[in-house]
């Protein structure tokens, strides 16, 4: 059982840049991997980027690559979500998601533990 907590969520001008942090509870972290997701008002929750459970391994969809970064430390149980050059479009609810396997998933379906989201607002 993982337990995931999202922090870092809030208010930023388009272009500006936050940090999301996710901090899971449990023994085994290193074995998970983990992914963001995030649901915009009114749509269906996407998948963001995910980190393999070495941290050796990324992937992130096209609307954030460039942008955004995905970077675990398994010492601490967290994985961090850097954001920069952020746009009105990003704005959603960021999810935090863990997978018992060690290779990255980018299906919802992928992940069996959830946090409960953290809100990013970009205004212009």
């Known amino acids: 059982q993982v337990q995931l907590v999202e922090s870092g969520g809030g208010l930023v001008q388009a272009g500006g840049s936050l940090r999301l942090s996710c901090a899971a509870s449990?023994?085994?972290?290193?074995?998970?991997?983990m992914g963001w997701f995030r649901q915009a008002p009114g749509k269906g929750r996407e998948f963001v980027t995910a980190i393999s459970s070495s941290g050796s391994d990324t992937r992130y969809a096209d609307s954030v690559k460039g942008r955004f970064t995905i970077s675990r430390d398994n010492a601490k149980n967290t994985v961090d979500l850097q954001m920069n050059s952020l746009k009105l479009e990003d704005t959603a609810v960021y999810y935090c998601?863990?997978?018992?396997?060690?290779?990255?998933?980018?299906?919802?379906?992928?992940?069996?533990?959830w946090g409960q989201g953290t809100q990013v607002t970009v205004s212009s």
């Open positions: 998601a863990a997978r018992g396997v060690r290779w990255i998933g980018v299906l919802i379906s992928d992940y069996e533990y």
């Open positions: 449990g023994r085994t972290f290193g074995y998970y991997a």
